[in-house]
């Protein structure tokens, strides 16, 4: 507990790994990345399918790159070993398997709780990824289907009668995938797919089309009923549908409580900061998803690492 890092990074994504990467390249040294999952980059890991295409430009939006970090579009696995590569070429410190529980401001620096231990830092930066957190449906769950409920592939068998739930990017890509070998349907709210990419629109209509995946579009769901251990989908019209699995791919949401407890405040659902993403609390930064300005571009989660790292370097001289 007498040691104190110069800087303390919570979540070890695109943002906290440049971050942390272009903190040292400023000279700053003693740095840790605390990463709750067994690796960096799990939202990567977990919500992207193998071979999937990761582009800098995210939706299409063009982002110059501001810092010494060189990234460029590829796959998710060549994305996993384009970080991979940075970390291991860099002394930065990565701690797995630890879950960040609150942070305290004290004088002088501040101290990061974890489960069974704490550690204390200069400069603390937040770079928790919004699909940490999965937005789960707003109505009850029964609890003998809750392990038919998902938010990732996870647990998803051959031969399986699935509903998909969402209009994105993840939706589709799910949806698509899974009718390899399973019989799928996808469900949104809207009439449309106009919130995913092109190329996902394309895939998603050639699906429909050659009736490999069944649409069902318009309607909402009402609620979901426990069937002999399977998931009885009740929708808005009344009308009903037996699956064996359903997943959701909504989106995910700020975790505004432990934003709170830190004492981050937060204006329209995302952490109030200013240019150089310091927050209302002097040396407590957020970075990437949280922001919801880069809303999964990892090209903007990487200059915000830029940004942060140069102001903290010419901030304090280290």
């Known amino acids: 507990m007498s040691h104190i890092y110069n800087l303390a990074i919570i979540g070890a994504g695109p943002a906290g790994i ?14 840790v990345l605390l ?5 960096h980059n799990s939202t990567i890991r977990k919500y992207y399918k193998d071979n999937k295409r990761v582009d800098k430009d995210w939706k299409g939006q063009k982002v110059e ?47 990061v ?32 289907i809750k392990k038919k ?11 399986e009668k699935i509903l998909v739930v969402g209009g994105g990017d993840s939706a589709i890509e799910y949806a698509v995938d899974l009718s390899e070998k399973n019989e799928v349907s996808i469900c949104y709210r809207r009439e449309t797919f106009r919130r995913a990419n ?42 009903t549908q037996i699956f064996d699995r359903v997943i959701y791919a909504i989106g995910g949401t700020t975790p505004s409580s432990f934003l709170a ?31 919801q300005e880069s809303g999964g571009s990892i090209a903007l989660g990487l200059n915000h690492g830029y940004a942060i790292a140069c102001f903290i370097q010419q901030k304090n001289k280290i």
């Open 149 to 159: 409920i998902g938010y990732t592939l996870d647990g998803c068998d051959e031969g």
């Open 65 to 111: 790159l501001d810092g010494r970090i060189y990234f460029v579009d590829g796959t998710k696995e060549t994305t996993l070993d384009f970080f991979d590569e940075i970390l291991e070429n860099h002394s930065v410190e990565l701690q797995t398997h630890v879950e960040v529980q609150s942070i305290q401001k004290q004088e002088g620096c501040f101290e």
């Open 198 to 239: 092109p190329t996902n629109q394309r895939d998603i209509a050639n699906a429909i089309m050659h009736k490999e995946v069944e649409p069902i579009l318009g309607i909402d769901i009402d609620s979901l009923e426990d069937e002999d251990g399977k998931v009885k989908v009740i929708f808005t019209q009344g009308e």
């Open 261 to 291: 407890s830190a004492g981050i405040q937060e204006e329209d659902g995302k952490p109030v900061h200013d240019d150089n993403y310091e927050t209302n609390i002097e040396g407590l930064f957020v970075a990437g998803d949280i922001t």
């Open 113 to 144: 709780f974890m489960a069974g231990k704490s550690i204390k830092a200069k400069h603390v930066v937040v770079t928790i990824g919004r699909m940490g957190k999965p937005n789960k449906p707003s109505y009850k769950i029964p609890a003998g």
């Open 18 to 31: 440049a971050t942390a990467v272009e903190s040292y390249l400023q000279g700053i040294r003693d740095i």
């Open 35 to 39: 990463e709750k999952d067994e690796n």
